[in-house]
């Protein structure tokens, strides 16, 4: 029997995108390096928000969870080059992003927010266009190849702009003074303020959901290639169904202390 070139090419596509469920596996990446949502040890045990919600995903699919630690902004370029199933990285659904991979249905949202010097002139400010107005004059770090990244280079055109591979590094500067302002989802800079080098800092009291502006993405979903669409539909039910039995809202009190889930429209 011969197959068309089509129906060979349909049956080959269809071998890979089994190929989970064939091996039991599920290979999830991620940072590794941005508390609550992905710590890392040196022996490459990853927990937070992010392992949580795999270790959730795996369970349901009935596969095991195996992680992979990769920065950040490589993360979609290691997904495109098959070095794992899916990314869980507290990753943020937005256009750009979606040229490049599919996402899952969005399955939480956290509000974005910047923490500045006690000190600052800004620290007081309460509503959000004052203070982008005051920012624009300010030199601001952010994690490279996130949402919060595109929304400074957008919203705050005469910003100084510093990008870092890691909070860690980005955190190392504002405490020195090399930047006024650190920008990122309030889970990961309140880890900071509970630290003793954040003693002297503190949270701006503006919240900046990503409906204020596209840039801030769709929520946070799970990144999925392209071309394994059964995987995507298989994923969405799942963070579907963990979603609506308070599953993803336990492990986000745990990590959060509030619930950050998103229920599926």
């Known amino acids: 029997m011969k197959f068309g070139i089509l129906t060979l090419g349909a049956i080959l596509l269809s071998l890979a995108n089994s190929a989970i469920a064939a091996e039991g596996k599920l290979s999830i990446g991620t940072e590794g390096a941005y508390p609550p949502w992905s710590m890392a040890d040196s022996a490459g045990n990853v927990t937070g928000f992010d392992a949580d919600v795999g ?4 369970k349901k699919l009935n596969v095991e969870c195996h992680f992979v630690v990769q920065a950040f902004d490589g993360l979609i370029p290691a997904l495109k080059a098959k070095r794992f199933d899916v990314i869980i990285s507290g990753m943020s659904i937005t256009a750009d992003r979606k040229k490049e991979i599919n996402f899952s249905v969005g399955y939480a949202e956290l509000a974005n927010m910047f923490v500045v010097p006690k000190s600052s002139d800004i620290a007081g400010l309460r509503e959000v266009e004052p203070l982008l107005r ?20 957008k919203r705050l055109p005469n910003s100084t702009l510093k990008t870092y591979d890691t909070l860690d590094n980005m955190q190392i500067d504002l405490v020195s003074g090399r930047v006024d302002a650190a920008f990122a989802d309030a889970s990961a800079l309140q880890d900071f303020l509970g630290k003793p080098e954040g003693k002297d800092f503190q949270f701006v009291d503006v919240k900046i959901q990503s409906k204020f502006d596209a840039s801030l ?45 998103r229920p599926c429209e």
């Open 217 to 261: 993405g769709e929520g946070i979903g799970v990144g999925i290639s392209k071309d394994n669409t059964e995987l995507k539909t298989k994923v969405d039910k799942a963070l579907c169904d963990l979603v609506a039995d308070g599953s993803i809202g336990k492990a986000s009190m745990k990590w959060f202390k509030m619930d950050i889930s």
């Open 134 to 153: 005051d920012l624009d004059s300010k030199t601001i770090g952010v994690q490279t190849g996130t949402t919060h990244a595109h929304f400074v280079e």
């Open 55 to 58: 270790n959730l995903l795996c």
